[in-house]
Antibody, heavy 119, light 106 residues
Framework: QVQLQESGPGLVKPSETLSLTCAVS??????????WGWLRQPPGKGLEWIGS???????NYNPSLNSRVSISVDASKNQCSLKLTSVTAADTAMYYC???????????WGQGTLVTVSS | DIQMTQSPSTLSASVGDRVTITCRAS??????LAWYQQKPGKAPKLLIY???TLESGVPSRFSGSGSGTEFTLTISSLQPDDFATYYC????????FGGGTKVEIK
């Protein structure tokens, strides 16, 4: 059974770059037919999709974050990464990585990592 | 952008009740809709995808229906473990989630 584990700084200063990694175990991140995504959830609020990297190599980002976000995969480390630039307090959230199945539903989720943006 | 509207935002019910949650899309998404259950402090859990396909291991009391712009999640007989927040997600064009429906004890 695949397991995902997010990690990264829990506190980021405004205007800086948020960088998170998602370690994948129980399967290869390079396995064809699987895609990987990042989502977030501000405290007490709903879910927001950040972006997805599809197994064919294409990447989609949430248009509201497109200019600030990048997602990449490091097959040698079996991990997926998220970078979000120029963060503000509005970026404070629980950040989740997830494995997509089929056409875009999120089948497996990490436990999440809380990131707070504050000086 | 495709907007997803869930109703109700909160639902009070008792064990054994039949519960229905509605999700409406601002434009047609065919059947590209998933439902998730989230409990406090936990990651969401996939329940249903492609509008009506039950994820492996999910109890059969959960069912989904709909296509186009109107979708429903039904719990046929609410169990104590089902008190949680439920989200719909469209993945026809990028991805968007509904605002959530909290199912609480009546």
């Amino acid at each position: 059974q695949v397991q995902l584990q997010e990690s990264g700084p829990g506190l980021v200063k405004p205007s800086e770059t948020l960088s998170l990694t998602c370690a994948v175990s129980g399967g290869s991140i390079s396995t064809s037919s699987y895609s990987w995504g990042w989502l977030r959830q501000p405290p007490g609020k709903g879910l927001e999709w950040i972006g997805s990297m599809f197994y064919r190599g294409s990447i989609n980002y949430n248009p509201s974050l497109n200019s600030r976000v990048s997602i990449s995969v490091d097959a040698s480390k079996n991990q997926c990464s998220l970078k979000l630039t120029s963060v503000t307090a509005a970026d404070t959230a629980m950040y989740y990585c997830a494995r997509l199945a089929g056409s875009g539903h999120f089948q497996h989720w990490g436990q999440g990592t809380l990131v707070t943006v504050s000086s | 952008d495709i907007q997803m509207t869930q109703s109700p935002s909160t639902l009070s019910a008792s064990v054994g009740d039949r519960v229905t949650i509605t999700c409406r899309a601002s434009q047609s998404i065919s059947s590209w809709l998933a439902w998730y259950q989230q409990k406090p402090g936990k990651a969401p859990k996939l329940l249903i995808y492609k509008a009506s396909t039950l994820e492996s291991g999910v109890p059969s009391r959960f069912s989904g229906s709909g296509s186009g712009t109107e979708f429903t999640l039904t719990i046929s007989s609410l169990q104590p473990d089902d008190f949680a927040t439920y989200y719909c997600q469209q993945y026809n064009t990028y991805s968007t989630f509904g605002g959530g429906t909290k199912v609480e004890i009546k």
